[in-house]
């Protein structure tokens, strides 16, 4: 099993940035790759960014340029920087664990509001 931890979120104003934390306990090593979804109300979750076990990453067009995922240094953690945040992006934001032939896991979410 794995366990995954977020956090990070907060209330912010537009157009500031903002880091959420994502930490993996457990047999981690059963992971090939992370990543971060989020799921504003009254939507479906959408797909962020995702970075594999050996650093690559990949960002969805939405958010590209503005939302980067990178490793901090500590193998159990990944990050999402996310820069000029905009009203549009107010979502609970979720970390995701994924292992081949098995269910992905997930965490419980990390909320970011950006409000004025």
């Known amino acids: 099993q794995v366990q995954l931890v977020e956090s990070g979120g907060g209330l912010v104003q537009p157009g500031d940035s903002l880091t959420l934390s994502c930490v993996a306990s457990?047999?981690?090593?059963?992971?090939?790759?992370r990543g971060w979804s989020r799921q504003a109300p009254g939507k479906q979750r959408e797909w962020l960014a995702t970075?594999?076990?050996?650093?690559?990453?990949n960002n969805a067009d939405s958010v590209q340029g503005r939302f980067t995922v990178f490793r901090d240094g500590a193998k159990n953690t990944i990050n999402l920087r996310m820069n000029g945040l905009k009203p549009e992006d107010t979502a609970v934001y979720y970390c995701?664990?994924?292992?081949?032939?098995?269910?992905?896991?997930w965490g419980r979410g990390t909320r970011v509001t950006v409000s004025s």
């Open positions: 970075i594999t076990e050996d650093d690559h990453t």
């Open positions: 995701q664990g994924m292992e081949a032939g098995a269910n992905d896991y």
């Open positions: 457990g047999s981690i090593s059963r992971l090939y790759a």
